[in-house]
């Protein structure tokens, strides 16, 4: 069974750019969550989408946004690039057991690690 | 909202012997799970245990159990017979069945070093 998958793997950019990373979850998943991981800060959470809906968010800026499509994959995007956006991004994804409260432990992907310069 | 904390930064373990990494943890809920995750050096997160806090059992996973102390919020890791794929950044993680969603608040990790 393939596991999470994310892309690209690095990415460069420059402080104001806009950008997009992208994770497919475990086949039957429908929930996928985004995390941060930035030197010192360490895990943060992000985003929380399910069926196709945000169901949850972090404390993090609106320029952080995304979505999820009918296939379960999830984009990430970032808007007007900062230095300290730089970390790496990592997305998670579990089934759902038919409770709103019964989610199954959540399987993370390799990561994308963004270096905003 | 909750905390977890992990007080030991970093830590250190002779091959084949038995390491044990702290983690307490602060909630008002008395449902939720509890996760410690390994990140090696390829970044790659890996579930190694799992505690349902309504279970008094502590879960054991080969060589990896915990110490799940409720009334005190604390939640440890014990690996037995230290090997050097062990070596890693592990992470205590806390899930609200019911606040915040789905989402996993974690500790700030604990470096483990196995040495030979």
């Known amino acids: 069974e393939a596991g999470v998958t994310q892309s690209p793997t690095h990415l460069i950019k420059t402080r104001g750019q806009q950008v997009t990373l992208r994770c497919s979850p475990i086949s039957g998943h429908t929930s996928v969550y985004w995390y941060q991981q930035a030197l010192g800060l360490g895990l943060q959470f992000l985003l929380w989408?399910?069926?196709?809906?945000?169901?949850n968010r972090g404390n993090f800026p609106p320029r952080f946004s995304g979505r999820q499509f009918p296939n379960y994959s999830s984009e990430l995007n970032v808007n007007a690039l900062e230095l300290e956006d730089s970390a790496l991004y990592l997305c998670a994804s579990s089934s759902r057991q038919g409770q709103l409260s019964s989610y199954n432990e959540q399987f993370f992907g390799p990561g994308t690690r963004l270096t905003v310069l | 909202a909750q905390t977890v904390t992990q007080s030991q930064p970093e830590m250190s373990v002779q091959e084949a012997e038995t390491v044990t990494l702290s983690c307490t943890y602060d909630?008002?809920?008395?449902?939720?799970?509890l996760f410690w995750y390994k990140q090696p050096p390829s970044r790659q997160m890996i579930l190694v245990i799992r505690?349902?806090?309504?279970?008094?059992q502590n879960a054991t996973e080969n060589r990896f159990s915990v110490n799940f102390q409720k009334a005190a919020k604390s939640f440890s890791l014990k690996i037995s017979d230290s090997q050097l794929g062990d070596a890693a950044m592990y992470f205590c993680?806390?899930?609200?069945?019911?606040?915040?969603?789905?989402?996993?608040?974690f500790g700030e990790g604990t470096q483990l070093t196995v040495n030979p």
């Open positions: 909630t008002s809920e008395s449902d939720y799970y």
């Open positions: 993680a806390y899930r609200s069945p019911v606040t915040g969603g789905s989402r996993l608040t």
């Open positions: 505690q349902e806090a309504y279970k008094q």
């Open positions: 989408y399910d069926e196709g809906e945000e169901r």
